[in-house]
C-alpha cells in the first residue's frame, strides 16, 4: 500500500520560510518522479513543482521559480520543499504526489499558512 506522510508545515509571515517532508513508503521510491501539489481555499488542486528519479532535474511552475527547491533523499524514501520567501497567496493545504502532476496518490497533506 503507498503511503505518503507530509509533515513540516505551519504559519509564518510573510517571507519567511519553511522546510516540508514526505516520507514514503509501499512502493520503489527511487522508480518514480515525485511531486509536491497545493490546494489553496475554494480553489483547484494545482501542481507547483516535480522532480526526477534521480534528483537531477526539478521543475517548477512559474509563480515559486526562485523561491522554492525541491529535492529528495532517496536513501530515506523522502521528499522535500524548501520554501522561502513566502507570500500570502501560498497560503494552501500542500500534499505530495506520486509522478508529475495531480492525478497520482498524494499524502494527507501538512497546512502552510502566510499571514501578517
Known amino acids: 500500500e503507498v503511503q505518503l506522510v507530509e509533515s513540516g508545515g505551519g504559519q509564518v509571515q510573510p517571507g519567511g520560510s519553511l522546510r516540508l517532508s514526505c516520507v514514503a513508503s509501499?512502493?520503489?521510491?527511487?522508480?518514480?518522479?515525485m511531486s509536491w501539489v497545493r490546494q489553496a481555499p475554494g480553489k483547484e488542486l494545482e501542481w507547483i513543482s516535480s522532480?526526477?528519479?534521480?534528483?537531477?532535474?526539478?521543475f517548477y511552475i512559474e509563480s515559486v521559480k526562485g523561491r522554492f527547491t525541491i529535492s529528495r533523499d532517496n536513501a530515506k524514501n523522502t521528499l522535500y520543499l524548501q520554501m522561502n520567501s513566502l507570500k500570502i497567496e501560498d497560503t494552501a493545504t500542500y500534499y505530495c504526489?506520486?509522478?508529475?502532476?495531480?492525478?497520482?496518490?498524494r499524502g494527507q497533506g501538512t497546512q502552510v499558512t502566510v499571514s501578517a
Open positions: 504526489a506520486m509522478n508529475v502532476g495531480t492525478a497520482g496518490p
Open positions: 522532480i526526477t528519479q534521480s534528483g537531477a532535474e526539478p
Open positions: 509501499g512502493f520503489t521510491f527511487d522508480l518514480y518522479a
